[in-house]
């Protein structure tokens, strides 16, 4: 007796070996999975709520209606990268896609980051860039990314800044909590004998805002600087891109310069799992 075979009939359960015929090409011509892709969107839909949400929201955010949200949410619930409430019914990160987030940022090197960004820095700028970590005698330059322009200076590597008179200092200062900011502010008074501005709080206010601070240099006269900090996922800094050289040649391309460097370390500080918008209105929308 001749056998029929039976029909496969497709469902709309989300799976991850799905690849649709008319799939999207991503970059460098690779086949893309849609359902994966859909997953994810629905996992940046989570992080983006930045707290639990219903499902609408997330299906909103998502762009896909609820029917499909929840498909892939209780996908995503059954692997641990989401959990729901049992009682209000909202969903959130689950500690799958917590181990995820912690495992990614164990493996971060800031320092790392910010210097991949320090020669396209020079380029678009022609100006010295420097990064600075706060050490225990102040700011001190880790790295020097020397310009094309012939640039005199007795500043090296392991040189350090004072942290309430320089631009690198106030700018590190500006993104402290404030009771580590005091702290450090006092040290620097007693220890090193600083003096800090008499407006400096106010002025910590306005770096905090416009995410960069400049400066004329109190111990090398003829320098200039540009500073802007490299926030870790705290919103605190833990380093500082610096631009410098001759006051006169700053001043030209000021603004440019300070475009640059503010695009800079705020890739940099995304990067590093900051959310605030350095020269924005604070935390960024990612």
Known sequence: ???????????????????????????????RIQSADKATEMLLALVAAGKAAPLRELARAAGMPNSLAHRYLASLTASGLAVQDEITGLYDLGPAALRIGASALGRLDPLRLAGEAMPQLVAETGLPTLL???????PTIVRWERSYVPF??????????????SATGRAMLAFMPAQIRDHLIELA???????????????????????YDEAESVLIPGLAAISA????????????????????EVLSIKEMAIARLVEASSRVSHACGSRFALGGSGVAEL
């Open 1 to 31: 007796m001749p056998t029929t075979k039976r029909r496969a009939t497709q469902t709309s359960t989300p799976s991850t070996h799905e690849v649709s015929a008319g799939a999207a090409q991503g970059g460098g011509g690779r086949r």
């Open 132 to 138: 600075n970590v706060l050490g225990d005698r102040g």
């Open 152 to 165: 005199i200076t007795t500043l090296s590597v392991g040189s350090t800044f004072q942290l309430t008179n």
């Open 189 to 211: 008074v007693s220890k090193h004998h600083e003096k800090p501005p008499s407006d400096l709080l106010d002025r910590l206010a306005t770096i905090r805002r416009r995410g």
């Open 229 to 248: 900090p490299i926030l870790d996922m705290q919103e605190e800094a833990v380093a500082c891109l610096t631009l410098i050289g001759a006051s006169v």
